[in-house]
């Protein structure tokens, strides 16, 4: 401890998961996951060299923390944090806001999950190219981790933010990707989608017959929808069922999740990924019942 300073987190998955404990160096600090004490709760450790200032550790701790959303996606819970052996009793609290997902979103808990927490995915390198792209995309990428912390929103206005956060990742930084004439919100759109296509394709996951529609009439409610909201024109066909809106921002949240994987070096677990195709299937499939 004297030469180094040091963060420990613990953090709830909300689920049991397989065992894990893996750990890699990044500059001059160590980081380490691992989940002994309880499969259902993740510890956090950063040791860094104490020239590195504990609010730098801090700042690699946020990093981390967003990544997990990727993997997992929602926000395990910060249950406890301590800064050099002595814990901050006040800091989860304090911060509970800026990086958390409301029950009816993680509810799901396991079936969210797009990989696992693992060296493969969380390692110096995706950590390295996360930091990256974060400082380029910040305040896009903060739009889609807000939403997820709305508790009391219509799920029209959820969709609606979450789309143009989505529309904003890709403008940012890939508008040069695409053709001048499809730089439109349905273009950029469908640009960000790409990966969740490709395996959609790849592991016959049927996503899009999940909800009932096409991934072309999905495309096209999404714009429509969006547009109805920003400009308030009653003419326009939209999604308009509160079912329609959360399986719809779930589809578009994948896809977020699957092209920020793909841009940092996470990988995708296929079987995951069909884990959740069924189970958008058969809460529509519920709901559509009722």
């Known amino acids: ?28 600090s160590v980081i380490s996951f691992d989940n002994h004490a309880d499969h259902s709760q993740l510890r956090l450790c950063l040791s860094g060299k104490r020239n590195m200032g504990i609010e730098k550790l801090k700042d690699i701790f946020f ?30 609290k304090r911060i509970a806001r800026h990086r958390s997902t409301t029950e009816n979103l993680s509810l799901k808990g396991s079936y969210n999950r797009l990989c696992g927490i693992s060296i493969e995915n969380l390692n110096g390198v995706t950590l ?19 939403v997820q912390s709305y508790k009391d929103i219509y799920g029209e206005h959820r969709l609606l933010l979450a789309s143009q956060a989505a529309e904003g990742i890709i403008e ?12 439109s919100f349905r273009g950029r759109i469908e640009f960000l989608f790409a990966p969740l296509l490709t395996a959609d394709r790849k592991h016959k996951t049927k996503l899009f017959r999940s909800i009932g529609l096409t991934k072309m009439k999905y495309f096209e409610l999404l714009k429509e929808t969006r547009h109805f909201y920003t400009h308030c024109n009653r003419e326009r066909k939209r999604f ?28 995708y677990d296929g079987q995951l990924l069909r884990i959740n195709a069924l189970s958008i299937a058969s809460w529509m499939t519920k709901y559509r019942k009722q």
């Open 1 to 28: 401890m004297e030469n180094n300073h040091e963060l420990i987190a613990f953090f709830d998955l909300k689920y049991t998961h397989m065992q894990f404990d893996f750990s890699f160096a990044f500059g001059n």
């Open 128 to 146: 390295r190219k996360y930091q990256a792209l974060k400082a380029e995309l910040e305040t896009a990428l903060n739009s889609i981790f807000a």
């Open 240 to 267: 308009t069922k509160g079912t329609e809106f959360v399986a719809d921002y779930w589809i578009l949240s994948i896809a977020v999740r699957l092209f920020i994987m793909q841009e940092i070096g996470m990988q």
């Open 172 to 183: 940012g930084k890939y508008d040069s990707a695409i053709a001048k004439a499809n730089r």
């Open 63 to 92: 990093f981390l923390w967003e990544m997990l959303y990727f993997c997992i996606g929602f926000f395990p819970k910060l249950q406890y944090i301590s800064f050099d052996g002595v814990e901050d009793q006040l800091y989860p």
